[in-house]
């Protein structure tokens, strides 16, 4: 495991980490120290923790909840994988507030609200873009605590045989490699080399998602990287090269998600804070916390 340091300020601390962890590899169990939420960049792992397992990729989000026990496993997954992770202080936990159980949810599929978050936050670790990796940790762990917090649909635990956990691991990697081109349920299906019924079934139990949920948030995930970088191709651009045939679905999918246009995402990209000080304030009050129970609770992400 190659871990570095992108940030250590007091209230958020941020690494990289690298695990070129093979399926032969032993797990053993460690311990969260404090509060986290680590963004899969790259690759797929399986979670284990509080007797719960979770099959996660890219674009999917582990929770870390201070003392809970857990084991990183890799023998459905390929090797290596990349997680970009914000370790938070107890008083920034306290200030954003929220339901206290959104700590315990483990494992997140990939979520539109946090995959478009996450590629911002990955591309600032890589030098690019203009905004401060505080500033978007600080966005990317209110984001979460606005889309869990008062959820009643728990977490998604995988329950599946590891052979068909292995085969929708699989056909999320396909999938996310191949978003940018028309991919159909029957085609997908084929890939993973099951009926349509059966690969729709067991890729939801198993990721959380719908097969074509996890292609939309792969083109958005995509989109958030290019948004991101020091790019200035016209937004009907980016949005054609990730796979939206429609510019106008495109940027309504994309606003949902990241609750601004794609357009002032890029303006955030490239150092306007006030675009990124709006949404963290959005749970804020004058420094004040918002009591969780006056905002209607997002339990899932925006319709795609």
Request: charged fraction near 20%; proline fraction near 5%; glycine fraction near 10%.
């Amino acid at each position: 495991m190659r871990v570095t340091t992108e940030l250590q300020t007091e209230p958020l601390r941020v690494f990289s980490y690298c695990c070129d962890a093979g399926p032969d590899a032993k797990p053993f169990t460690e311990l969260h120290e404090g509060h986290s939420l680590s963004y899969v960049r790259k690759g797929s792992f399986g979670y284990r923790t509080r007797g719960r397992g979770y099959e996660l990729v890219t674009g999917s989000v582990l929770v870390g909840h201070p003392g809970d026990e857990y084991m990183c496993t890799h023998d459905n997954h390929v090797c290596g994988d990349e997680c970009l992770a914000f370790h938070l202080s107890p008083g920034f936990v306290e200030l954003i507030g929220g339901d206290p159980k959104a700590w315990r949810a483990g494992g997140l599929p990939p979520l539109a609200e946090l995959v478009v978050i996450g590629e911002l936050a990955q591309a600032a670790a890589e030098g690019q873009g203009d905004v401060g990796l505080d500033e978007l940790g600080m966005w990317f762990a209110s984001r979460f605590i606005e889309v869990v917090s008062g959820c009643n649909k728990p977490a998604t635990e995988s329950t599946a045989t590891p052979r068909y956990r292995r085969r929708a691991v699989d056909a999320a990697m396909w999938i996310d490699a191949h978003c940018a081109q028309v991919i159909g349920l029957d085609g997908a299906a084929a890939q993973a080399g099951l009926s349509s019924f059966h690969f729709l079934r067991v890729f939801s139990q198993v990721l959380g998602v719908t097969p074509h949920q996890y292609l939309v948030r792969s083109r958005l995930r995509h989109a958030a990287r290019l948004l991101a970088a020091n790019d200035s191709r016209p937004v009907t651009e980016v949005a054609l090269d990730v796979g939206f045939a429609d510019l106008s679905n495109f940027v309504r999918t994309f606003h949902r998600a990241a609750g601004v246009s794609p357009s002032g995402f890029r303006k955030a990209a490239r150092g306007d804070r006030k675009i990124i000080q709006a949404r963290i304030a959005a749970r804020l009050d004058d420094g004040r916390l918002i009591h969780p129970s006056s905002r209607k609770p997002s339990c899932t992400t925006a319709p795609d």
